[in-house]
């Protein structure tokens, strides 16, 4: 008995040490693959005086092929429900495939995360140090890694590597952009332009219950509580049963007010009074002043706080978990977001057919007109970090997927394989005016106005596929967008009214009413800001949050404004005034 | 035990019957909720309607399940994480906790022992410099890494280590009189003693591993090696839209399946509920054991 | 009588363990060097520049940082007192149930809401206290006005250490349960044929029996004062609730995603075992010197 129970113990120590050694020998073999690639990295280099043709168009033309086959180890973030045909998987597919064709690149992940889990592990990453050749990284994280010296210039690299359609949409971004991926006048990072319709949060209304009360389009925010006011009180839904939501706003995760886009944050109000919350400004004088301070904020927050105390906002503001819900239940008849929302009530649009939401721009400011703030020119940052070899595979690998993103969705790979889900450091390259252009041809492709054979798809990737389904999917009349003139029973819809709605729905007001843009003087860190920014907005978020919900007075606005400017605030205005003069 | 039971007795009987139910009701709330999410229809999960009973029952989630090998893969994952470290650690804990509950006078050193375990229990080094000494270990993308990475359970030590000492001195003194080592008593005389207090950390170490995930995700490279708390704990974390494109929230909205999500959580709860009851066993033959208490 | 040639193999049944220790608790510490340092993942622990106590300094200049320390021990005292007493409660009406095949179920059912993380398990209370959820609805059948729980800064310390001890108590009675099974029940016996009926039992019997367990959960249970949970907290929290349920690790958090903060993760990780270390060594004089126990 004892013996036995002895022989447990050490053979259990024993499986221990002897399971320790054997692990210890496979990643020493995988150390040894890593130095044979970089051995044939090297190669390669040497390699250039034998065959300097074959590395010379490898170094200089966006399209040229390695002798030698290089190999970049990446991080991936790959959505933990996407699926993959059989025999492939992120680390064997037709995207690397044609990369290693292309380039003779091979990918070889150090690891893959799930997009939820993506900025744990790279933040693990840098502060482990143990960084992949190439990332695709946040500004927080861009920053530190900056400030730790873990990235490698690539102004090189991209002036010779990047085809010109990248070229195209990095230069797009203007120079707000260029003064985020510089350092010294070094490029530091291939960045993400932004789409410029995402950065306007407008209202999203249902059709179906402004026309059941016989009720307008709100213009204004007095308007806009009296719609909300009426779908509250009668019964927009006609069940029977007081339970539908006026206006559905931020989760308990979610932002009031923010920066860009904000699904079902309160932006448009506040825009409406010309307030800002987040924005670097100029005041009146022409001095540098933060938007979430001003005076004109107060004024909305008076609004909102009167909007919640009635009942016209929902009163699970800022707590629900998921604001989503009302919405997709047909609860809720109003809610702030971006073009892309068309998205978000996809599938209860499908499921109800009755749910016609469309988007206003409202409300409309005192002089009539609609402003949004717009967001910062990225906010994804491709790097190259000091230990890779080959820094102009950043740029050739992005290559590749603009010149071909187009053709995958002709030949049907993208609808088998998605390319967000597993095209290495994939970020979305559109031009940023995409959106626009895309109401823009499908507008005119459906009034007759223009055929396919008009459009040059080369940089309007997904434009193509779009007008196929809206043939398909659009009855008439085609210049009215209402949920009742689409055909939502067509094997096409499910995949694709979600787009659709969010550009012909969605995108539709920006293109044909216009609006006013305000940008931030600065959409960077500043050194206090590393220190004293999370205090800072902590004391904004929770005055507005307070207020709102009507637990403080709009007083205490004040007395936040001098805290704020005492806890740091007025250092990083001076500091904010002297970048952005 | 047989004894007149008075009317207070009585009464008290009842209510405590009822009160333990009204318990238990409030208990069985989330699991009950989960069950209902997973047997419902997505876009009323996702609505948000589904309470306390399925709203367009159907076993879809369920059968979605069954053709996920990578589930399956990590829960396998969880079972050998389990039972290796059940094994390990119920090991350690008895060993390191046998000599600890020796007084002074037996083993002079016990108290250094002993407080450099409470030291170690309380202070650790940071995730980053733990993550280091894992990967210098070799023990990322390792079974091992997930068994041993959250070091000795000094909980449970000094858990075992008071029973241990609670246990009459008389029967350890007549063993060493029979010539017994130290080894025997403690195989022969304190482990068949301490069913329920090793039953207890033995559920304890089970518990830890199989709910622990944040570890599987550091140790991991890749989702195949996920344990299966790690592999849910992904899914249903609440997505972050304003990091990501408009691609990716496309997919997510797209992809997103809380009903599927739901199945996962309520099918890793099934081994826990099969292992308690088998080790609650062990708590009612604990019950002779009083019998020879000092 | 053997002690000397007994010490030996004493250290011999420890080696496993403390192998174990060495290897993955006190290797690792080495990372506790980095609260002192203005760490550069580049330069590494060993060449990072120290900062001295800056770190610390960092913590306690910010102006919110008292009402988060209040915050944060608030809700854990709270926390640790539910967790101590009501498992405690649990477990001994369970040994009081008169119809003993209802013990097991019970007893398994109590313990489930332990395996659901509070990823899971937050959206599901917020459900259930939601202005529109079950619980305003019963309230209403009371003709009470439905109730914003988790929007209102008054209520939230409570929710947050009710539904904690909820979600754990049938897990933290196993310990209990397991101590009560300890008692002679020959004890019981011959005090009933005493006459003594079962309340005065539990309060001369059941208590003193599981006494040294119940002083061992609370000493060792000082080492939570500083911790009020992230998870559950970080998934239940608002702007709105700041005032009363912002704790040390959110805080950490936040700033974590401004700048990332490693070297102030380590800091305030560091302070919270300083202080655990004190509190619990303080708790084992208090219980030798005034009850004579040595818990450990």
Redesign the interface.
């Known amino acids: 008995m004892k013996l036995r129970k002895i022989t447990a113990t050490v053979l259990t120590l024993a499986m221990i040490i002897i399971s320790l050694a054997a692990c210890g020998k496979e990643n020493n073999t995988d150390s040894k693959n890593t130095t044979a690639a970089n051995a044939g990295t090297e190669d390669s280099t040497k390699d250039d005086g034998a065959a300097p043709a074959a590395t010379d168009t490898a170094l200089t033309d966006p399209f040229g092929k390695y002798a030698d086959p290089v190999t970049i180890h990446l991080g991936a973030g790959l959505n933990p429900n996407a699926t993959f045909p059989e025999g492939e998987s992120i680390e064997k597919n037709d995207y690397l495939d044609m990369i290693k064709d292309t380039f003779n690149i091979d990918i070889t992940y150090d690891w893959v995360a799930s997009t939820t889990d993506l900025e744990q592990k790279v933040n693990m990453c840098i502060a482990s140090n143990t960084l992949p050749d190439i990332m695709n990284v946040n500004a927080t994280q861009y920053r530190a890694m900056l400030k730790y010296d873990q990235l490698q210039p690539i102004t090189k690299a991209f002036d010779s590597n990047a085809s010109d359609l990248l070229k195209s949409f990095v230069s797009s971004g203007g120079d707000a952009l260029k003064d985020l991926i510089s350092v010294d006048g070094e490029m530091m990072a291939i960045p993400a332009p932004e789409l410029t319709s995402s950065s306007v949060n407008t209202m999203w209304i249902r059709q179906d219950w402004l026309d059941a009360l016989g009720l307008e389009v709100p213009k204004t925010v007095e308007d806009l509580e009296k719609v909300a006011e009426s779908f509250v009180t009668k019964d927009p839904d006609g069940n029977g049963v007081a339970d539908t939501i006026g206006i559905v706003g931020a989760s308990n995760t979610g932002f009031l007010a923010n920066v860009g886009q904000n699904q079902f944050g309160f932006d448009a109000i506040f825009a409406s009074y010309g307030s800002f919350p987040r924005y670097w400004l100029k005041d009146g004088s022409g001095n540098v002043t933060y938007g979430s301070i001003a005076p004109e904020t107060k004024e909305a927050l008076a609004k909102l706080a009167d909007m919640y105390k009635k009942g016209l906002i929902d009163p699970e503001l800022l707590v629900r978990s998921d604001s989503s819900e009302p919405v997709l239940a047909g609860k809720a008849g109003i809610f702030f977001g971006p073009w892309w929302s068309g998205y978000t009530v996809q599938n209860s649009v499908l499921e109800n057919p009755t749910f016609d939401w469309q988007a206003y721009e409202v409300p409309l400011n005192s002089e009539g007109k609609f402003v949004s703030g717009m967001s910062a020119p990225t906010n994804q940052y491709i790097v190259v970090t000091k230990n890779c070899k080959n820094p102009e595979a950043a740029a050739k690998i992005i290559n590749l997927l603009l010149r071909d993103e187009e053709s995958w969705i002709a030949s049907g790979l993208k609808a088998k394989l998605n390319p967000s889900d597993v095209y290495p450091l994939f970020n979305v390259y559109d031009n940023a005016n995409e959106i626009e252009v895309s109401y823009d041809y499908l507008k005119k492709y459906m009034n007759g106005d223009i055929t396919m054979d008009s459009v040059d798809f080369s940089t309007h990737k997904l434009l193509k596929n779009d007008m196929e389904v809206i043939k398909k999917l659009k009855k008439e009349p085609y210049d009215n967008y209402s949920i009742k003139n689409w055909d939502l029973t067509k094997e096409e819809a499910p995949a694709n009214i979600g787009r659709l709605i969010s550009i012909m729905v969605g995108a539709r007001p920006l293109m044909e009413d216009g609006y006013d843009r305000v940008y931030s003087l600065y959409y960077g860190q500043t050194d206090t800001m590393a220190s004293k920014w999370s205090n800072l907005e902590k004391l904004q978020e929770e005055t507005f949050a307070k207020i709102v919900l009507g637990q403080a007075s709009i007083d205490s606005f004040d007395t936040f404004t001098k805290n704020w400017l005492a806890q740091g605030g007025q250092d990083i205005i001076n500091e904010v005034a002297e970048v952005a003069k | 035990m047989i004894e007149h039971q008075t009317l207070g007795s009585k009464i008290f009987d009842v209510i405590n019957l009822i009160v333990l139910i009204v318990i238990t009701l409030l208990c069985i709330i989330p699991l009950w909720y989960i069950l209902c999410i997973s047997l419902s229809n997505k876009t009323a999960v996702d609505a948000g309607i589904v309470s306390f009973w399925p709203v367009g029952f159907n076993l879809f989630s369920y059968e979605r399940i069954m053709g996920e090998k990578a589930f399956f893969v990590s829960f396998w994952i969880s079972i050998k994480r389990v039972v290796l470290g059940g094994i390990v650690g119920v090991g350690c804990i008895l060993l390191v906790a046998y000599p600890l509950s020796k007084s002074i006078r037996q083993f002079p050193k016990r108290n250094l022992f002993m407080w450099i375990l409470v030291f170690c229990m309380l202070f650790n080094g940071g995730t980053v410099p733990w993550y280091l000494t894992m990967k210098n270990y070799h023990l990322i993308d390792n079974i091992w890494g997930l068994v041993l990475a959250g070091s000795l359970p000094v909980f449970s030590v000094i858990l075992v280590m008071n029973f241990f000492r609670n246990l009459p001195g008389a029967l350890e003194e007549a063993a060493y009189v029979d010539g017994a080592g130290p080894w025997k008593t403690f195989f022969s005389i304190f482990i068949p003693l301490s069913k329920p207090v090793i039953a207890t950390i033995v559920l304890f170490t089970i518990v830890g591993h199989w709910n622990e995930f944040f570890q599987g995700l550091v140790l991991s490279t890749k989702q195949a090696n996920y344990p299966v708390q790690t592999y849910i704990q992904q899914m249903v974390v609440t997505t972050d839209f304003s990091t990501m494109n408009v691609e990716q929230i496309q997919q997510a909205l797209k992809l997103n399946n809380k009903s599927l999500d739901a199945a996962k959580v309520f099918i890793a709860i099934i081994p826990i509920l099969i292992i308690y009851p088998f080790l609650q066993k062990y708590f009612v033959t604990g019950i002779t054991l009083g019998s020879v208490k000092e | 009588?053997?002690?000397k040639k007994?010490?030996k193999?004493?250290?011999l049944?420890?080696l496993?363990?403390?192998v174990?220790?060495i290897?993955?608790?006190?290797?690792?510490?080495?990372?506790?060097v980095?609260a002192f340092q203005d760490f550069?993942?580049?330069q590494?622990?060993f060449k990072s520049k120290f900062v001295g106590l800056d770190n610390f300094r960092?913590m306690f200049i910010?102006?919110?940082i008292k009402q988060v320390f209040i915050n944060t021990l608030v809700i854990a005292i709270g926390k640790i007192i539910g967790n101590l007493v009501v498992p405690l409660a649990?477990a001994l009406?369970?040994s009081?149930?008169?119809?003993k095949r209802?013990g097991?179920?019970?007893?398994?059912?109590?313990?489930?809401?332990?395996?659901?993380?509070w990823?899971?398990?937050?959206?599901?209370v917020?459900?259930?206290f939601?202005?529109?959820?079950?619980i305003n609805e019963f309230l209403s059948m009371f003709g009470l006005k439905?109730i914003?729980f988790?929007?209102?800064?008054d209520l939230f310390r409570p929710l947050i250490i009710g539904t904690d001890v909820?979600k754990s108590f049938?897990?933290n009675a196993?310990?209990y349960?397991?101590a009560l099974?300890?008692?002679?029940?020959?004890?019981?016996?011959a005090a009933?044929v005493d006459g003594a009926?079962?309340f005065r039992r539990l309060l001369h019997i059941t208590l003193p029996g599981i006494k040294?367990?119940i002083v061992?959960l609370a000493i060792?249970s000082l080492?939570n004062i500083l911790n009020a949970g992230f998870e559950q907290i970080f998934?239940?929290?608002?702007?709105?609730v700041?005032?009363t349920g912002?704790i040390i690790d959110t805080?950490v958090y936040?700033?974590?995603?401004?700048?990332?903060q490693?070297s102030l993760?380590?800091a305030v990780?560091?302070l919270k075992?300083g202080v655990?270390?004190i509190l619990?060594a303080l708790g084992y004089w208090l219980a030798d010197k005034f009850a004579g126990y040595k818990?450990?």
């Open positions: 009588m053997h002690n007994f010490v193999h004493y250290y049944m420890m496993p363990g403390f174990w220790l290897m993955f608790s006190i290797v690792p510490m080495f990372g506790v980095m550069n993942p580049v590494g622990i960092y910010m102006s919110d649990f009406l369970l009081e149930l008169r119809w209802f097991r179920p019970i007893q398994t059912i109590v313990y489930l809401p332990y395996f659901l993380s990823v899971i398990l937050g959206s599901i917020l459900n259930i939601a202005y529109t959820g079950p439905p914003k988790f929007g209102r800064a909820w049938g897990y196993v310990i349960l397991a099974l300890g008692i002679d029940p020959t004890l019981h016996e009933a009926g079962r040294s367990t061992l060792l080492g998934n239940l929290y608002n702007p709105v700041y005032s912002d805080w936040r700033a974590g995603l401004v700048d990332l490693f993760a380590t990780g560091l075992s655990s270390l619990i818990i450990f």
